[in-house]
């Protein structure tokens, strides 16, 4: 299972969802999907945005986990 760890990298940067959202280009609803892991799918441009706003690496953000 893969991870989205964006709430982390938002706590460790002092980085509200709206200050991110407006960065980014993001609606609010469409990263606090991201941000619940309920998201099905990220396109490479938004992963790339978030990095650069949040000043990150993908391995930041992205985690992977064996499913029990």
Request: glycine residues 2%; aromatic residues 2%; contains cysteine.
């Given at each position: 299972m893969i991870l989205i760890n964006?709430?982390?990298m938002m706590a460790?940067?002092?980085?509200?969802?709206?200050?991110l959202s407006e960065k980014v280009?993001?609606?609010?609803a469409n990263l606090?999907?991201?941000k619940n892991n309920k998201a099905k799918?990220?396109?490479f441009s938004?992963?790339?945005a978030i990095c650069r706003a949040l000043d990150c690496n993908v391995e930041d953000i992205l985690e992977?986990?064996?499913?029990?």
């Amino acid at each position: 299972m893969i991870l989205i760890n964006l709430d982390v990298m938002m706590a460790k940067r002092k980085m509200s969802l709206g200050e991110l959202s407006e960065k980014v280009g993001i609606t609010l609803a469409n990263l606090s999907i991201l941000k619940n892991n309920k998201a099905k799918a990220i396109r490479f441009s938004t992963l790339d945005a978030i990095c650069r706003a949040l000043d990150c690496n993908v391995e930041d953000i992205l985690e992977y986990k064996e499913d029990l």
